[in-house]
């Protein structure tokens, strides 16, 4: 099976090593700085910020993927013809919110193996990435042929114009890339794929009086599309959303008929616009897209403000517009599950249950990062930090489920409920009574998640280490103040230096009065994994080493 070889416009030349490159996320830049305060020889800590720090700073999986793609596509005549029918059927469950049928012409030249031949290359570049996500989750032990789809979706990447030239076939190319190809993209590329993917909407223009109805309608779908991924991207990376919230206000949402599908036989769980599911489907990505200006909101409000913190009044408002739509979709969501769920089967109505889960997982994210930056939420944010980690077990799926989220919000945003918590049992004094059962538990349920989100997502594997290190540490830190409960002895000492211990961990002199520390907020600040300014010093310091 040689490769055949590829004549399109290279992009090759430009192409960097994916481990130095600069473009990397302000979680990736602090977890450099902590490793390099750690001492080498504390292995467990040491490695899982070595593992997820490359994580983060890489573009791209494998660096060997350019290296076999320029040997040209790999061909899988054997398979083509049932790969077409699947790629066939993958873009039609994609309407309303997509371009649902390629031209017969790109039909043609794949099932003849002339994938050289496509024209334009988007086409080969969503072809390849369904592929390689169906292969994924149907067949994750293949790795040989999974390794050959990267290379051939890399090589129908290397074409400048599918990422310099604005046109629809693009812009969904980019798409799907960025949020269905979990076996290519990193947390980095998906940024940078969406970002393009925006701008290219954005210079092709939404809602000109030129356009025809259907253009017009096609592009307002690319456009919520987008902005659901956007926003749910800056809420991970801490970055500005490409997208303004003025666009949104001024393309407005559709009517819910509009989300429909169209097609007779086809919905989002395989009938058509009677078919069961249809509606459910129709109202889970309204409220998602209505979510996504929640999602600006609540940006805005955590990360573009003057001073040092978000006004006190921004964040009540912005949480008062979370919860009335977490109970506005619960209740069309369970409503519309109730009259469609006894027409499915257990598969289907398990589905339905997802979608209505993953609203209540974005819900309790977002108030967390909301409650953390209040000054009268603090037991708000712990206890919603224990319910998001409670509803993972429940969103484990594969690539193929309709309703799962976004692949990276699911993998990085739980650390926000798991360092909140972490911060919460670690700071916790001597002299305080609360129980901190409730929170280790729920703390250990995301190992194991991300342990089950390994199989589809290697990232997910990369962060397991780095969860089951801090967890330990917690329960570290929790056994030594109980025994110092049961001896009376203090766990907080200072030296005649100035030195002090907590539990026996060594704390870092970060200028501050750790004794006497002012407020209520407690001296540790989990912001590092959600990409804020904090200082980490004090994570290098500790003793990491698991007993």
């Known amino acids: 099976m040689a490769p055949a070889p590829d004549t399109g416009d290279s992009l090759a030349q430009y192409s960097c090593d994916p481990y130095t490159s600069p473009i990397q996320s302000q979680l990736a830049a602090e977890i450099e700085t902590t490793q390099n305060l750690l001492d080498p020889a504390d292995s467990h800590p040491f490695g899982a910020l070595s593992s997820l720090s490359e994580a983060c700073a890489a573009v791209w999986h494998d660096a060997t993927d350019f290296d076999r793609a320029s040997q040209g596509y790999f061909l899988f005549e054997e398979r083509t013809s049932a790969w077409v029918d699947s790629f066939v059927t993958t873009l039609r469950r994609g309407e309303p919110l997509a371009l649902t049928s390629a031209p017969n012409d790109v039909l043609d030249q794949i099932r003849a193996s002339r994938p050289q031949s496509v024209k334009p290359r988007a086409w080969l570049v969503m072809y390849y990435s369904i592929i390689l996500s169906r292969t994924s989750s149907t067949s994750p032990e293949d790795k040989e042929t999974k390794a050959k789809l990267r290379c051939n979706l890399w090589l129908a990447l290397n074409d400048m114009r599918v990422l310099l030239e604005p046109s629809e076939v693009n812009i969904q190319a980019l798409i799907l890339v960025a949020s269905h190809v979990e076996e290519f993209t990193t947390p980095s590329l998906c940024w940078l794929l969406v970002s393009n993917a925006c701008?290219?909407?954005?210079?092709?223009?939404?809602?000109?009086?030129?356009?025809?109805?259907?253009?017009?309608?096609?592009?307002?779908?690319?456009?919520?599309?987008?902005?659901?991924?956007?926003?749910?991207?800056?809420?991970?990376?801490?970055?500005?959303?490409?997208?303004?919230?003025?666009?949104?206000?001024?393309?407005?949402?559709?009517?819910?008929?509009?989300?429909?599908?169209?097609?007779?036989?086809?919905?989002?769980t395989g009938g058509g616009q009677g078919a069961p599911g249809a509606l459910f489907g129709a109202h889970f990505?309204?409220?998602?897209?209505?979510l996504s200006t929640i999602m600006g909101k609540v940006w805005s409000t955590v990360y573009d403000h003057d001073g040092d913190s978000p006004d006190e009044q921004s964040v009540v408002k912005a949480r008062e517009d979370l919860v009335a739509w977490h109970d506005r979709a619960q209740t069309i969501l369970r409503a519309a599950a109730v009259a469609e769920g006894p027409l499915l089967d257990a598969k289907g109505v398990g589905s339905l249950e997802l979608g209505v889960l993953t609203t209540d997982f974005y819900h309790h994210h977002l108030l967390i990062l909301l409650a953390r930056n209040s000054g009268n939420m603090k037991s708000e944010s712990v206890s919603s930090s224990i319910k998001m980690l409670q509803v993972l077990p429940a969103l484990v799926s594969d690539s193929e489920e309709v309703y799962n989220g976004i692949i990276w919000m699911m993998v990085c945003s739980p650390f926000t409920a798991f360092l909140t918590l972490f911060?919460?049992?670690?700071?916790?004094?001597?002299?305080?009574?609360?129980?901190?059962?409730?929170a280790i538990e729920a703390m250990e349920i995301l190992p194991v998640f991300l342990n089950a989100m390994g199989v589809r997502n290697s990232?997910?594997?990369?962060?397991?280490?780095?969860?089951?290190?801090?967890?330990?540490?917690?329960?570290?830190?929790?056994?030594?103040?109980?025994?110092?409960?049961?001896?009376?002895?203090?766990?907080?000492?200072?030296?005649?230096?100035?030195?002090?211990?907590?539990?026996?961990?060594?704390?870092?002199?970060?200028?501050?009065?750790?004794?006497?520390?002012?407020?209520?907020?407690?001296?540790?600040?989990v912001d590092w994994l959600n990409f804020g300014e904090t200082n980490t010093d004090w994570i290098a310091a500790s003793d990491w080493q698991i007993t």
């Open 199 to 268: 701008r290219m909407l954005q210079a092709l223009g939404v809602d000109f009086r030129n356009m025809t109805p259907e253009n017009r309608h096609r592009r307002r779908m690319m456009f919520w599309h987008l902005n659901v991924i956007d926003k749910g991207l800056s809420m991970i990376f801490g970055r500005p959303p490409t997208l303004h919230g003025a666009m949104a206000r001024s393309v407005g949402l559709p009517a819910l008929a509009d989300l429909m599908p169209s097609t007779p036989g086809h919905s989002s």
């Open 285 to 290: 990505f309204h409220q998602v897209m209505q």
């Open 423 to 438: 911060g919460e049992v670690v700071s916790a004094s001597r002299t305080e009574s609360t129980d901190h059962g409730a």
């Open 459 to 525: 990232l997910a594997a990369k962060l397991e280490n780095v969860a089951t290190v801090l967890l330990a540490h917690a329960k570290k830190a929790v056994s030594a103040r109980e025994e110092s409960n049961r001896t009376g002895e203090s766990m907080i000492e200072q030296s005649a230096e100035g030195s002090v211990t907590f539990g026996g961990y060594k704390l870092p002199d970060i200028g501050l009065d750790l004794l006497n520390f002012p407020g209520d907020e407690g001296i540790f600040d």
